[in-house]
């Protein structure tokens, strides 16, 4: 069975499907006739198709369905237009809105003593999981951590990793002003987290450290998981000291505890913040060449 196929009744022969394939693995060999999978060396058109989906939403008149497969050695479900999401006009925001939305996004570093129902971060998480990554690879992973002494201890793990840096990397360590973030620590205060009550962290399989768009996803993951958390009145914190940690300190990784072959790469903190910004900072001018 072909990896796709196209109701000949449906579809209007408009090209958009060939348009939209990232690897051009359709074609239509006449303008009369249906799309059909092109004759690519090495590897075959089923081979490289990456299953993103983008040919079953932009067909516009849902004629065309990736059917179920086996691919990579993973199990590939069927994406026709039935199982997809619509996109419903009336959802669509204003540029106003996206813009309050974006310029309006803060840090919080105070966070209530509440926890997040679970059922309320699986649907962030949810939304966030749309976000785009390098070849369609979806490659994350989510651990989410809520036990209070087990963030604690993770921050201590970072602390740990400042007071060995301050021996080896003193310049470093001004930079990041660690001396405040382990005075504060040790006061009591919780500068490493910030109070809040549940931590994300990305993980994936170990070989992706070494691809610099693989690390580049994991963060786009946690942009959309930020934003996708403002509805519910949430706030959340980049977990920058403790990505830092799992990057130059081996220790970090082995704190996790994640299986073998798997590493911790982001870290995002989130909670019911204590307080509300109620205006935007300026910002620096954007550094803009045309050409």
């Known amino acids: 069975m072909m990896f796709f196929t196209v109701d000949r009744d449906k579809c209007n022969l408009c090209g958009d ?12 060999k006449t303008k009369d006739s249906l799309p059909t999978a092109r004759d690519v ?3 075959s058109a089923e081979e490289r198709c990456i299953d993103c989906g983008h040919c079953v939403a932009v067909c516009p008149t849902g004629a065309l369905t990736l059917q179920a497969r086996t691919h990579a050695g993973r199990e590939v479900a069927k994406q026709g237009p039935e199982d997809c999401l619509p996109i419903l006009p009336e959802l669509i925001v204003s ?15 105070a966070y209530h003593d509440k926890p997040v129902p679970r059922e309320t971060l699986e649907k962030i998480i949810r939304v966030a999981r749309y976000a785009p990554s390098s070849h369609n690879t979806q490659a994350e992973n989510w651990l989410v951590i809520s036990d209070k002494m087990e963030i604690r201890r993770l921050g201590q793990t970072v602390i740990d990793w400042m007071r060995s840096m301050s021996q080896e990397a003193p310049e470093f360590c001004r930079a990041i002003d660690a001396d405040v973030i382990v005075d504060l620590w040790e006061k009591g205060e919780d500068s490493v987290f910030r109070g809040a009550p549940h931590l994300i962290i990305l993980h994936g399989d170990s070989y992706l450290g070494y691809l610099n768009a693989s690390r580049d996803n994991f963060a786009v993951r946690l942009a959309y998981f930020e934003l996708a958390a403002v509805p519910y009145g949430l706030g959340t914190v ?3 000291f403790l990505v830092a940690a799992l990057q130059l300190w081996p220790p970090a990784q082995k704190a996790i505890g994640l299986p073998e072959g798997q590493e911790a790469f982001d870290a995002m903190s989130i909670g019911y913040p204590k307080n509300q910004y109620r205006r935007i900072p300026m910002r620096n001018e954007p550094s803009l060449t045309w050409r």
């Open 95 to 109: 540029p106003e809105q996206v813009a309050q939305l974006l310029m309006a996004r803060r840090t919080f570093r």
């Open 17 to 28: 499907c060939l348009d939209e394939c990232a690897f051009r693995l359709l074609e239509m």
């Open 41 to 43: 060396e090495f590897r």
């Open 238 to 240: 980049w977990g920058g």
